[in-house]
C-alpha cells in the first residue's frame, strides 16, 4: 500500500520521480515502497522512470546485458542525484583504458574537443569519454557530458540532449542504442555491463534532473 501521509507529523508526502521512495516536505522523513519480487521481467527497473516495452529475459542471460540492467536498477535505486552515480562510477566501478574522465586519462578528452565543442554550451562539464573504435582510437567514441551525450563516428558528431532522451535499447552483449539511432550507441567497454549500466543512469537521472516533469524513457 502507498504512503501518503507522513506517520510522524502528518504531511503529505512527496514521491521521488527516480526511486520508490516518499519525502515528507515538513520534517524530511523517508519511506520507502514495500519492494515485491519481480515476476514481470522488468529485472527491477523502476516503473516511474522506465516503460518496458520488451522482454528483457534474453538480454538478463548475457553477462553484458545482465551486467547493464542491474547496474542501471541499483544506481537508480541507490542514487538521488546524477552526482552520486558520478561519485560511485569513480569510486566503486573498474574502467578500462577505453574510457576517460576529467583527471584519468585526461589527454583524450582534450584531443575530442575540438569536435565537440561548437555542441556545446558555455560552461557545459565533460562527464566521461568512451573510445569505441578498436582500430580507429580517437575516431569513433561516445562523451557524456551535464547537458547531452555526444555520438562521433570519425568526422561526424552527432548531439542528444539528456532532455530529448526517449528510448533505449539494450542489446544481449551490453550495447545500448539511444533513441533508435544505430549511430548513437554506448557500447559495453567493461566486458560485463557494469560501467555501461552506471552510464545510462546517469543520463536518466540528468534527464529527470533537468526536466522533472518529463515522461518516462521507453526500453524496447
Not at 62 to 77: E, F, P, Q
Not at 147 to 156: G, I, P, Q, S, W
Request: proline share 3%; hydrophobic share 35%.
Amino acid at each position: 500500500m502507498e504512503l501518503r501521509k507522513c506517520t510522524q507529523c502528518g504531511g503529505n508526502l512527496n514521491r521521488l520521480h527516480t526511486r520508490r521512495i516518499w519525502v515528507c516536505p515538513f520534517c524530511g522523513a523517508k519511506y520507502e515502497d514495500e519492494v515485491k519480487e519481480d515476476l514481470s521481467g522488468y529485472c527491477g527497473l523502476n516503473s516511474e522512470v522506465f516503460k518496458v516495452e520488451t522482454d528483457l529475459s534474453k538480454v538478463m542471460t548475457k553477462d553484458g546485458g545482465s551486467g547493464c540492467i542491474r547496474t542501471i536498477a541499483h544506481c537508480m535505486d541507490t542514487c538521488e542525484t546524477a552526482a552520486q552515480v558520478e561519485e560511485y562510477m569513480r569510486r566503486k566501478l573498474p574502467f578500462s583504458d577505453d574510457i576517460s574522465l576529467p583527471g584519468v586519462r585526461e589527454d583524450q578528452i582534450e584531443k575530442a574537443m575540438p569536435a565537440i565543442l561548437p555542441l556545446m554550451e558555455p560552461g557545459e562539464r565533460v562527464i566521461v569519454y568512451g573510445n569505441k573504435g578498436i582500430l580507429s582510437k580517437g575516431k569513433e567514441y561516445f562523451v557524456i557530458t551535464d547537458k547531452r551525450v555526444l555520438f562521433a563516428d570519425r568526422n561526424e558528431v552527432k548531439s542528444v540532449l539528456h532532455t530529448d532522451l526517449d528510448m533505449l535499447k539494450i542489446e544481449d552483449c551490453g550495447n545500448c542504442t539511444v533513441n533508435g539511432d544505430y549511430g548513437k550507441c554506448i557500447v559495453d567497454l567493461d566486458g560485463k555491463g557494469l560501467f555501461q549500466g552506471a552510464l545510462i543512469a546517469l543520463m536518466c537521472l540528468l534527464s529527470f534532473e533537468a526536466m522533472p516533469d518529463r515522461g518516462r524513457i521507453r526500453i524496447v
